[in-house]
């Protein structure tokens, strides 16, 4: 079967994702083994290259001491700095440089609304590493909304500084901004969705648009790549979640269909080539 396929050369790793991965992987040549608090990347396929190098998926930091850990870019909450410091841990720390920014700011502005009984609110993901950060920079009083319905959760007698995780979609954001206002005027809205994240998603847009089927490839537990799967969905209906060129179905292609192939900030651009590299070949 004849396709034509292209990678979106807008797709692959955000900076602070290559940032963390380099890191570990430049400790991982002089080193067997290398611990990281969490997932360094929500992508199985590049964490399983990396656990082959020596890297070690750490869930809870009070498990190890006297050793390195590496911090992903996703950051922390103060909590581990202090549990880091009782065990004698080395800390890498791979914070994006953007989400440290971040995590700076809802400080700073909650030492400041919290005299005035503010709430702090954010929108991201309930747990997510990220948000978990965020949260501890608040003494963990921050509100998280996931959504439009759960803004009911704000004291609307209350003034409300609202920040953003960094890769939620910013018009859903604006959205949420728009509401928070209209019920407690003079919210403080900070913009804080990545740049990289932002720029992304009008490019991806048409990207999925000028194709007659899009495979876009990243771990299901991202929550980035969701954000922008359901985007490629709902301008191109033959839009195809998938992991890796095992998911692929070949019933899903028609004789010379123009193929998009895309990811998320977690999809490494090795894993689009291998699915370009393979739809050379389907019969
Ligand atoms: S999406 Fe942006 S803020 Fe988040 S880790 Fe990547 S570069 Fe940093």
């Known amino acids: 079967m004849k396709l034509n396929v292209e ?38 396929v590049e964490l399983e290259r990396l656990k ?3 890297l070690i998926i750490l869930n809870d930091i009070s498990d190890v001491f006297d050793t390195t850990v590496l911090i992903r ?19 890498i720390d791979c914070t994006c440089p953007v989400v440290l920014k971040l995590q700076e700011k809802v400080k ?13 609110v954010i929108f991201g993901k309930r747990g997510h590493a990220e948000v978990n950060g965020l949260v501890g920079q608040t003494d963990g009083e921050a509100i ?29 954001y604006k959205e949420i901004a728009k509401k928070i206002s209209e019920n407690i005027p003079n919210t403080q809205v900070f913009n804080t969705i990545c740049g990289q ?18 495979l876009f ?23 195809y979640w998938i992991e890796d060129r095992k998911h692929i179905d070949k019933e ?4 010379g269909d123009n193929v998009g192939i895309c990811g998320a900030t977690s999809t490494p651009l090795w894993q689009l080539e291998d699915i370009f590299v393979y739809l050379q070949d389907v019969k």
Not at 10 to 29: K, P, Q
Not at 112 to 119: A, E, L, T
Not at 218 to 224: A, F, L, Q, T, W
Request: net charge neutral.
């Open 52 to 54: 082959s190098k020596g």
């Open 108 to 120: 700073q502005t909650w030492m400041n609304i919290r005299k005035d009984g503010g709430q702090i």
């Open 252 to 255: 899903w292609f028609y004789e």
């Open 7 to 44: 990678i979106d050369n807008n797709s692959g790793f955000c900076n602070g994702v290559v940032r963390a991965i380099t890191t570990a992987e430049d400790w991982l040549s002089n080193n067997d083994s290398l611990y990281s608090l969490g997932s360094i990347v929500h992508n199985s």
């Open 197 to 214: 994240v932002s720029g992304r998603h009008n490019k991806l847009k048409e990207f999925a648009k000028s194709h007659d089927i899009i």
């Open 73 to 91: 870019a996703h950051g922390e909450p103060p909590q581990t700095y202090a549990i880091a410091n009782k065990n004698n841990l080395k800390l």
């Open 217 to 239: 490839v990243s771990g299901k537990e991202s929550s980035n790549g969701k954000i922008l799967f359901e985007l490629c969905k709902s301008v191109n209906p033959r839009s």
């Open 144 to 172: 998280v909304i996931e959504n439009i319905s759960e803004i009911s959760k704000i004291d609307n007698t209350r003034p409300v500084a609202l920040f953003s995780q960094t890769t939620k979609d910013p018009i859903e």
